[in-house]
């Protein structure tokens, strides 16, 4: 009998009204870790009520306090690292190195929103007129929704709720329905911080959850991360029903390989950015676009190291490439193999050949598609999955003209020495998060994070100013002496 996961409401731990479950699996080997509540829209308003009734003593609470609690929370989060790491490991799949520095990508957000004090800080002008000064002030938005998916169970939930809570405001999370575990610790551990009873409500579910999120007139704001489709209409949604929204969303990030690109850094940072994590991460290199001649040489030794990739479960040590979250995505990224070879790119590696992709867990080993173009799906989709694609062009703007051709605009990477290239791409390139010589550019919780295009809907992005931007509402006061 695995559990049945409980929703987490003022404090406490309540069975959801709803009788429908949804399996939660370990990708690694099929075998079944909980059973989730797909909960009803009546779990959802009692969460609503309780985060009511708690947001106006919490942002009544000195901003002191607050931070204190978020200092207290840090705390036990870094006393249960290991724990933490292994549970993302087991829900998600994803090796313990991956699990270990997305807690530390968590930690680093809730470090951020515990600078609050001064981040809440008004303004004021003294002399606007003859005696007139002008006072900005800045207060939480009341009750706020989060809804994310399955890839990173601790960073992105943490994007959302230490900032949002820290801001003044009452919080509702409602976790993948496919890694769920992991958001239950991260309130009991908030609790235990001493976090007030209803700030922080965890609501477990799917659609109906997400729906009542998206229409509740006690909901003022929504955060989204997940799948392009899903962003699209929680954004529209959401702002129909007079919500602030932010909704992050797919990707398709492209590499530029320069002639003078060190290859050995090259390689071994677009090996660690397309297949880490199963290549299951926003910020994944998926496309790389090697600039100049014969690059031969540049192909073998991307082959080479990932036949070198240690595939497994993420519980073993060694591994370096986990399992895709669910047989499912499996099958969809199977289809995409056949699609790109019916299409005639040329597969330089097959995953599907490595001995863990036909054992127990959702395994594809690490695939490469070389002679890839803009009119094959393969290159036009987002697959989030371990499958590389790579493409040539004569010049560093035809290398910029592809990747600005693709729908997506979340990450783009250049390698190279010259100054002046990077300069071009800074300039050129359409896309939010940009990396020079480095496989995942993924900014820390200081600086904004998102995209453009069908990568991102809305204004403010997640963490740095925007997101103190996007809790927050300003009030501005003029006054004659
Ligand atoms: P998903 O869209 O399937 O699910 C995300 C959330 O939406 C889940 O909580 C899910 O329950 C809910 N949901 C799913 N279908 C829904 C529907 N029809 N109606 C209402 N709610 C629905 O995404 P996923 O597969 O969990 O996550 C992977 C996706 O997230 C990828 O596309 C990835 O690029 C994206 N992602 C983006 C970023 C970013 O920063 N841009 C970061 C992480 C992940």
Known sequence: MSILLKNYISGSWQESSSSV????????????????????????????????AAFLPWKNTPVQKRARILFKYQQLLVEAWDELAALITRENGKSQQDAYMEVQRGVECVEFAAGIPSLMMGQI?????????????????????????????????????PMAIACGNTFILKPSERTPLLANRLAELFTEAGLPD??????????????????????????FVGSQPVAEYVYKTAAQHGKRVQALAGAKNHSIVMPDADEELTVKSIIESAFGSAGERCMACSVVVL??????????????????????????????LGPLIR?????????????????????????????????????????????????????????????????????????????????FA??????????????????????????????????????????????????????GKDGLEFYTRKKVMTVKA
């Not at 399996?23 to 309780?50: H, I, M, W």
């Not at 009341?142 to 959302?160: A, E, K, S, Y």
Request: charged share 20%; hydrophobic share 40%; proline share 5%.
């Open 125 to 161: 002008t003294p002399d606007v007129g003859t005696g007139v000064e002008t006072t900005m002030l800045r207060y939480p938005i009341g009750v706020v929704g989060g809804i994310t998916p399955f890839n990173f169970p601790m960073m992105v939930p943490c994007w959302m709720f």
């Open 21 to 52: 479950t949804e399996t939660v699996y370990n990708p690694a080997n099929d075998g079944v870790l909980a059973q989730v509540p797909l909960s009803t829209r009546k779990d959802l308003d009692e969460a609503v009520q309780a985060a009511k």
């Open 198 to 223: 209803g700030v922080f409500n965890i609501v477990h579910g799917a659609r109906e959850v997400v729906n009542g999120i998206l229409e509740h007139p006690e909901i003022k704001a929504v955060s």
């Open 327 to 407: 047989q499912s995505h499996k099958d969809r990224t199977l289809d995409y193999l056949s699609s790109g070879e019916q299409e005639g790119a040329v597969l330089l590696r097959d995953g599907r050949k490595d001995g863990a992709a036909s054992g127990a867990g959702y395994f594809l080993g690490p695939t490469v598609f070389d002679e890839v173009t803009p009119a094959m799906k393969i290159w036009q989709d987002e697959i989030f999955a371990p499958v590389l694609s790579i493409m040539q062009a004569d010049s560093l703007e035809e290398a910029i003209a592809i990747a600005n051709r693709s729908s």
């Open 410 to 463: 979340n990450g783009a990477c250049i390698y190279t020495g010259q100054l002046a290239a990077v300069r071009q791409f800074r300039e050129e390139i359409d896309a939010g998060m940009l990396g020079v010589n480095i496989g995942v550019p993924a900014p820390t919780a200081l600086f904004p994070f998102s995209g453009y295009k069908n990568s991102f809907y809305g204004d403010l992005h997640v963490n």
């Open 291 to 320: 600039v100049g001649g014969d690059r031969d040489d540049l192909k073998q030794r991307l082959i080479d190291a990932a036949d070198r990739l240690q595939i497994g479960n993420g519980e073993d040590k060694e591994t370096e």
